[in-house]
Structures are given as C-alpha cells and as structure tokens.
C-alpha cells in the first residue's frame, strides 16, 4: 500500500515529539510536513527542537532536515499531506478552533489532540474500542460546513483513558454504571514541556490541574451519548465525581476509582472476566496500532504501577488492578495508562487508522 502523507502541527512539542517517535516506522503513514509557532518556523526540526527532545530515540533521519512552517499558513500544507494530526496549544482555544476549520476548509482532514473542538456539536470525540460508530457524524459535519473532504475529529483528555474503557466494557456486557467517583494522579508529562516548575513537583504533589477536573466529568458523557438529529446528546444517566492530581511521574496516569452499578451488580470474578476478554472494533479491524487485549487486569496486589505497566502493550493497553468491595459504592480498583501514547499520539494514530479503515481519510 503507498503509504499516506501525514503532517503534524505543534510538532516540537511534547505531544508532537510523541508522533513523530511512533510514526517512525508506521506501516501506513509518512511524515512529511511539520508546523509549530513563529518561534520554530523556518528552522531545520532539529535546530527547532535543540536542546528539548525529550523521547529516549533520537530525532528520525528522516524528519531531522524538514523545514518547520507556521501553524497558520495553512496554504503551505495543500497539496503537500492527506490529513495532519493538531497538538498546538495556544492558550486562546478559539484561535485554535478557528486554524483547525481553516485546515478542514482546505480540504485536509485533521485528527487533533487540542480540546478547543471537543464539544464542537459535529465533531466526533473519539476512542475507537468505545465509540468508533460516532465517525458517522463526520458527513452532517461537512455537509454543515460545505466541506468535500477536511473534517475534524479529536480524541478526549488524557486523564480519562485509564478508566473509561473499562467502564465501557463493563456497560457493554449488560452492567451499566450509572455513578462513578474518580481521583486521578497525573504524570509531569501531561502538562507538555517545559510544563511544572521543577520546584513545584519535586517532593510534592500539587491538587490542581486547571480545567482537568470538568473535562474528566464531562468529556465520557459525549463518548457514551448517541448521535441524534445530527448532534450528539450526552449520556443522561451517568455522573461522575473527579478530583484531579499532578504527581511527580514522567509518564503514566493513573486512576483510583469507585464504581456505583445502575441495576444488579456482577461478582468480582465476572467482572475480571469482562476486562480481560473485552476486544472491540480496532481489534477487529486490526489496526496497527490497536492492543491485542485493551484491558490487563492484574492481580499483584501492588500494581498497577506507572514505571512498570505503562508500556504494555506498545503503551496502547489500559492496566487495571486492585478490585475490591466498596464500603460506599459498590466496587473500587486502579486504573493506569500511558498519557503520551495512549492518552495523546498513540491514541491520535489509532484514531487516524479507523478513520482510514472507514475511508474516510483518502
Ligand atoms: P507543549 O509541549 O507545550 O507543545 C506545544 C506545541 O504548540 C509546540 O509545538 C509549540 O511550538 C506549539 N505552539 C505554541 N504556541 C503556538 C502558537 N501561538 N501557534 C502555533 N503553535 C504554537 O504541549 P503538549 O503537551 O505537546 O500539548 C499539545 C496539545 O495536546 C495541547 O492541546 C494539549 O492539551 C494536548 N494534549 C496533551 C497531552 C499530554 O500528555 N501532554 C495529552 C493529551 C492532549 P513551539 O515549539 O514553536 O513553541
């Protein structure tokens, strides 16, 4: 297959870093074109990038002498890629939305990270093993817009990937879980490079991650609603209850969360079960990037742990551990994923590669 020519916007950054690591040797995609701000525009990648690579490989061959564009002149990525992947961050989220649409304008599909189009009403927010049917809203949304082949489609925060897929399977097996209450501990990473004062992590643990909290409350309820009249409608029966953390972790973030079932709920033994056989629509397709088995359960009873199960599974695999009886609710366990691959890049690419299997991306 002649593979497809990618671009990736914000592509000095820690999200950006990521992609161009896990896109290396992609059996489908070709990184060809790279923009981030005015500040690395113009510069050869690895001139852009001195002295704050922060993956363990070193730069690609490849990628080292592409010349980096600004993110806002959009003409310069026409004709040059089949779709981009976004992970800029300006702080002002309506520029971000804006540039986003200009690109789809153009006629480049763009499978972005950014939050600024999360909840934008026609845009899907995806996690293939969840919700990979919301793709359909992609023909109202450039029907919307009048646009013949650039759409928007964006993957949700990081700080729920560790436990919304197991909620999911669960759901999916006749369990619902109508009540969920969620403290989250999140890696350094996950604020970007150079991200929090070293001062502020080392010996500590900071309670406040602003705009976390609200989007690991809301965001599941969009991934878990259904498409209706063109929108979508958020699940109606689930809340949820987050406290968001900043620990000193380089990766990986994990989840301590209680569970509150709608109707009867199943036995230990059943629910292990569930998470371990649970396979979904990117292993069916079997996507490149997707995990054999997207939920480990372990049963050590120290685990999971982010320097040692973050990297199951290509960093793709949800790593759940510790379930037991709840006092309140009626069960608790650690959850845990990789925020940089499954929770960023990794999970952009997967993405990218359903949106390719459903023809979407040309
Ligand atoms: P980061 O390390 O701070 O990188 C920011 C990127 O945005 C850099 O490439 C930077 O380019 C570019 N940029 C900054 N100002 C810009 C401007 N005015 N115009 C155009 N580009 C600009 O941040 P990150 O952690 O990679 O996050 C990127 C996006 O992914 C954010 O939307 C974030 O919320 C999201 N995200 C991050 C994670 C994670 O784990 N880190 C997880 C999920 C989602 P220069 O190098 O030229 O300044």
């Known amino acids: 297959m002649k593979k497809i020519k990618v671009g990736i916007l914000g592509a000095t950054g820690m999200v950006g870093q990521n992609y161009i690591k896990l896109l290396e040797n992609h059996p489908w995609f070709d990184v060809v074109y790279l923009a981030a701000s005015t500040n690395s525009a113009g510069l050869k990648y690895t001139d852009a990038v001195k002295g704050r690579w922060q993956m363990t490989t070193p730069i690609p061959k490849k990628i080292e002498n592409i010349k980096v564009e600004d993110v806002s002149q959009i003409e310069k990525a026409k004709g040059k890629c089949n779709f981009v992947f976004s992970a800029f ?54 029907k919307n817009h009048g646009w013949k082949d650039g759409f928007i489609a964006v993957k949700p925060n990081c700080s729920l990937q560790s436990y919304l897929t197991p909620i999911y399977a669960l759901n999916k097996a006749g369990f619902p879980i109508k009540r969920i209450f969620i403290t989250t501990l999140q890696a350094v990473s996950g604020a970007g490079y150079p991200g929090v004062p070293s001062l502020d992590m080392i010996d500590n643990v900071v309670p406040f991650i602003g705009g976390e909290e609200e989007k690991t409350e809301n965001e599941p309820l ?141």
């Open 89 to 142: 961050e300006i702080s002002d989220k309506n520029i971000v939305k804006e540039i986003e649409e200009k690109y789809a304008e153009a006629g480049i599909p763009v499978v972005s990270n950014a939050s600024a189009n999360r909840w934008t009403t026609d845009v899907p927010m995806l996690i293939p093993e969840i919700n990979a049917s919301h793709t359909d809203i992609i023909t109202t949304q450039k």
């Open 222 to 362: 969009k991934i878990l609603g259904e498409i209706k009249n063109g929108k979508f409608e958020k699940n109606k029966e689930l809340k949820i209850s987050a406290q968001c953390m900043r620990v000193p972790v380089s990766d990986g973030h994990l989840a301590c969360v209680s569970i509150l079932f709608k109707n009867k709920k199943p036995t230990k033994e059943q629910i292990i079960k569930i998470w371990n056989e649970f396979e979904s629509v990117p292993q069916d397709l079997k996507l490149p990037f997707a995990p054999v088995q997207p939920i480990i359960y372990t049963e050590e009873e120290n685990r999971p742990q982010p320097k040692k199960d973050r990297n199951n599974d290509k960093a793709m695999a949800v790593t759940v551990g510790r379930l037991r009886e709840c006092n309140i609710f009626d069960y608790k366990f650690v959850a845990l994923s990789h925020n940089t691959v499954r929770g960023a890049a990794g999970g952009g690419i997967l993405n990218a590669e359903l949106l390719v299997k459903k023809g979407l991306i040309k």
